[in-house]
Nanobody, 124 residues
Framework: QVQLVESGGGLVQAGGSLILSCVAS????????MGWFRQAPGKDREFVASISWNGDNTVYADSVKGRSTISRDNALNTVYLRVNSLKPRDTAVYYC?????????????????WGQGTQVTVSS
């Protein structure tokens, strides 16, 4: 079992930036490919970004491509998501997830562990 705890959410003005963090415990983060997902009210959970086991490869959803960066520091058991130029449509609960066997996957079913989420609210 691995535990994931997200932090860094909050209220941000449109056009601003934020950095979300996800800290893993129970197992080394290096054992997992990592992903970020988000879920807005009334909508399905959607893929945001993913990063491979060693950070060599990253994948971004079209909705955040060009204004976001996913990174990881395995020594700190932490994965990060930076999003710039935030838009009201970015408002959602953001979740980090860990995958044992898949890297760069858009499918939530490929992830084995999930955090509880952190709320991001972008004001107009």
């Amino acid at each position: 079992q691995v535990q994931l705890v997200e932090s860094g959410g909050g209220l941000v003005q449109a056009g601003g930036s934020l950095i979300l963090s996800c800290v893993a415990s129970g197992r080394p983060l290096s054992n997992f490919a990592m992903g970020w997902f988000r879920q807005a009210p009334g909508k399905d959970r959607e893929f945001v970004a993913s990063i491979s086991w060693n950070g060599d490869n990253t994948v971004y959803a079209d909705s955040v491509k060009g204004r976001s960066t996913i990174s990881r520091d395995n020594a700190l058991n932490t994965v990060y998501l930076r999003v710039n130029s935030l838009k009201p449509r970015d408002t959602a609960v953001y979740y980090c997830a860990a995958s044992i066997n898949y890297s760069g996957s858009y499918a939530s079913s490929h992830y084995d562990y999930w955090g509880q989420g952190t709320q991001v609210t972008v004001s107009s």
